[in-house]
């Protein structure tokens, strides 16, 4: 796909068909998540490929347990109706004082990558600055070694929703020439 | 240019040809970026487009003067030369939480579309949780409203270089299956 579809196109995807995602996609995906750039070039990521329904329940309640009062519109329930879920990881000392950054970086590529695929996906974070016990839980859910962060969490399946359109706000209004 | 071929082509530029960019061409890559995901749908970015050189010698200026002792390798000094810099800035209350995210996100695009589109770029900062005066200096600069976060700094630019190959890690020491 076109990389201006690929951006256009996208749209955060909570619910999925119950179609298996190959492993194959799911490697390219991660493949091309380590194409992204990251601070001196550390390449400080890790991608754990969730597939357990054990873990993608526990994964859902953790989110749920940590949703702050103005994301409660927003229930973690369908993270395990996605056949694949990926989480984001950076190894910190590779990460030369972005660890966010370097994440956030390969998760847009991931989110990309999977419209582009055919796929469809939505952003959670796997850590709260506010509540450090997020990121606890999780990194106890998936073993992490405390040496790597959480970033995001990406469940990954065919669409079975169609996203309401939305609407941007105009360029003009967010475009500034010189200074703001 | 193909999704994928973008990732994989992406590099980090810091030497760009004098050959102006059109604005065309910015403008096309700050609507992709407006399309990326945001928390609870903010949509809070602004962009600050800087052709001024006087501006972009002082961001450059900026940059050295915060530049922690480990990125001393790479000195800001290029911002000078490119022909255009695309600050992106977010709005605080439009983040949900979750400004630095958001920014990078937006980032993700310009950089990948930059070089979808012929361009070079690089992703520098914008500010330092341990160096608050980063942020303000370039907020002093930029005339940007308390409301308003610089997140990042991207000089944009045909390119003057052909970076080195890089030797990315093997995919099999990154993926991890359920847990690490």
Tied chains: 1, 2.
């Excluded at 939305?166 to 200074?179: F, K, Q, S, Y």
């Amino acid at each position: 796909m076109d990389f201006t579809d690929a951006v256009r196109g996208r749209r955060s995807v909570r619910a999925y068909r119950a179609q298996a995602v190959p492993d194959a996609v799911v490697e390219q995906l991660v493949d091309l998540a380590g194409h992204s750039p990251s601070s001196l070039n550390g390449q400080p990521w890790h991608f754990v490929v969730v597939k357990d329904a054990a873990i993608k329940a526990r994964l859902a309640a953790i989110k749920n347990r940590f949703c702050p009062p103005a994301k409660q519109a927003y229930p973690a329930d369908f993270l395990q109706q996605a056949p694949v879920i990926v989480v984001v990881c950076v190894e910190r000392d590779r990460s030369f004082g972005r660890a966010i950054e370097n994440g956030m970086l390969a998760t847009s590529v991931i989110l990309l990558g999977a419209h582009a695929l055919g796929l469809g996906s939505v952003c959670l974070t796997a850590y709260n600055g506010e509540e450090p016990a997020l990121a606890q839980a999780i990194r106890h859910e998936l073993n992490l070694p405390d040496s790597i962060e959480p970033i995001s969490i990406l469940p990954l399946g065919y669409p079975d929703e169609v996203p309401a359109s939305r609407t941007l706000p105009a360029l003009e209004d967010r475009i500034h020439v010189d200074r703001f």
